[in-house]
């Protein structure tokens, strides 16, 4: 099983509709992230958290929000899609200052 | 501000051929420094990573980095590619300064590897 699960691996929604995307982990690490990946731009923050009390906004937090139900789970939402929100998205975990591990991501597309 | 570059989109080598991957970054201070590797469907894997020390970094599948301090730079190297290590590759950097262990990546460099 992976360390690091991400569902559902592919979705395809409207604009204007609410979407989750969810995270867990079975590595025990207390540091979770969101990503999005597009072409040519690398890796941008979203959101990260260090435990279930602790948020944080990355660099393109506009347009999401997230929860950490748990030590293990970190979800991220979109609240009203639209079509520059596709992209492919990355949860990932870390000890402090170690590796992130990462999920194999979801591919959101938004028409 | 903070920025990590990889100058080059795609790097294409012979089986068995020395590789290189570059990468440099404008970060104060003395950041820790990683590469990922991301092949097609899945998430990205982490290869090695520099915090102090001996500047030459050994990591996983026969990969090594280069840290270049005056350069700032951290490149990637293999002495002998595979057509396997065909794959997108990430160079990243955490600010030390951050104690957040976010990371800047860079845009990736697509290695082609050919028979």
């Known amino acids: 099983d992976a360390d690091v699960t991400q569902t559902p691996r592919n979705r395809i929604t409207k604009t204007g509709k609410r979407i989750m995307l969810e995270c867990s982990q079975t590595k025990g690490h207390d540091r979770m992230y969101w990503y999005r990946q597009d072409p040519g731009l690398g890796l941008r923050l979203i959101y990260y958290?260090?435990?279930?009390?602790?948020?944080n906004k990355g660099e393109i937090s506009d347009g999401y929000s997230v929860s950490r139900q748990a030590q293990a789970k970190f979800s991220l939402s979109l609240e009203s899609a639209i079509p520059n929100q596709t992209a492919l998205y990355f949860c990932?975990?870390?000890?402090?200052?170690?590796?992130?591990?990462f999920g194999d991501g979801t591919r959101l597309s938004i028409l | 501000a903070q920025s990590v570059a990889q100058p080059e989109d795609q790097v294409n080598v012979a089986e068995g051929n020395p590789l290189t991957v570059k990468c440099t970054y404008s970060?104060?201070?003395?950041?820790?420094l990683f590469w990922y590797v991301q092949y097609p469907n899945r998430g990205l894997q982490f290869l090695l990573k520099?915090?102090?020390?001996?500047?030459l970094v050994k990591g996983s599948y026969g990969f090594e980095a280069e840290f270049n301090k005056s350069q700032t730079s951290f490149h990637l190297k293999k002495p002998s590619a595979l057509v396997s290590d065909s794959a997108l590759y990430f160079c990243a950097v955490s600010p030390p300064t951050s104690n957040t262990g976010k990371l800047i990546f860079g845009q990736g460099t697509t290695l082609q590897v050919k028979p």
């Open positions: 520099y915090i102090t020390g001996d500047n």
């Open positions: 958290s260090f435990d279930v009390k602790d948020i």
């Open positions: 990932a975990t870390s000890e402090r200052q170690g590796p992130q591990h």
């Open positions: 970060v104060s201070g003395n950041p820790y």
